[in-house]
């Protein structure tokens, strides 16, 4: 059961986070919002319910286990499922099996698995329900780039690899190239490393037209992104608050 008041809490930390993005947005300028994805890792079901009663429709997860079990728990095919942890080839076929979207793509091996297990799991091609997840035909899927100058990143392929893993997702049956993913490193500016994503973002789409996502920015970051261009960000502790102990 969800404690009481936490809908409030929600309620008041999702208004913060989308007064800062409306903010953000008229400071560079911007028109066209960016998709909010309230990045759940660490709570309960409970919690992803009360989001979705508040107008959240885009929720991220970090690992599978956790990531698959609660797609199951929470009975709303409006929802959508997006993957941001790093993931192990042989957990495709789970991903797949609840999973919008993948945002750590980064390296042709996994494009590979992703397309066998979305091949296996037989997705129809107009969304329909499969328990309490709606799917559709294809994944969506970001090449995740590493932006460390050091290789101290969270993953991701190199900028020079970044081309050959996008023709990989393009040319992979049951896989949509969305775009770019990246995670500012944490001993440089935001601005000067997502303004290189925007530059890799600017190559990939001269090649793939249609791959124009930009994942970036998460709770310490998320102004510098949106002037970036970012047209995902991925937000958790700014709206569900410090993560819970884990058992």
């Known amino acids: 059961m969800a404690e009481p008041g936490r809908l409030g809490v929600l309620e008041a930390n999702l208004r913060q986070v ?5 903010e953000a947005m008229a400071a560079c300028g911007r028109r066209d919002r960016p998709t909010l994805i309230v990045v759940t890792k660490f709570f309960p079901p409970e919690d992803v319910m009360l989001l979705s009663r508040l107008g959240i429709r885009d929720v991220g997860e970090n690992r599978d286990q956790e990531a698959a079990a609660k797609a199951e728990a929470v009975s709303s095919a409006e929802l ?12 495709a076929r789970s991903v797949v099996g609840y999973a919008h979207a993948v945002h750590s793509v980064d390296r042709t091996s996994l494009v590979s698995a992703l397309e066998k297990a979305m ?5 129809p091609p107009a969304i329909e329900s499969v328990g309490t997840v709606a799917r559709s035909a294809v994944l969506d ?8 100058v050091e290789d101290r990143g969270r993953g991701g392929a ?17 896989l949509r190239l969305a775009g770019v993913m990246a995670v500012a490193p944490l001993d440089e500016d935001p601005r000067e490393a997502f303004s290189r994503l ?25 102004e510098q992104a949106i ?7 991925r937000v958790g502790s700014d709206i569900l608050g410090a993560r819970p102990p884990v058992g």
Not at 141 to 148: G, M
Not at 164 to 174: F, P, Y
Request: hydrophobic residues 40%; proline residues 3%.
């Open 18 to 22: 989308n007064n800062r993005i409306d």
């Open 80 to 91: 959508r499922w997006h993957f941001i942890g790093q993931l192990q080839t042989n957990k």
């Open 119 to 123: 091949r296996r799991a037989n997705r």
């Open 141 to 148: 899927c970001f090449v995740q780039v590493n932006l460390s």
């Open 158 to 174: 190199r900028p020079s690899d970044v081309l050959e893993v996008a023709a990989a997702i393009h040319a992979a049956d049951g």
């Open 198 to 222: 925007t530059d890799i973002s600017t190559d990939v789409v001269a090649q793939y037209p249609d791959a124009r996502g930009i994942s970036a920015g998460m709770s310490g970051d998320l």
């Open 227 to 233: 002037a970036a261009g970012a047209t995902h960000l």
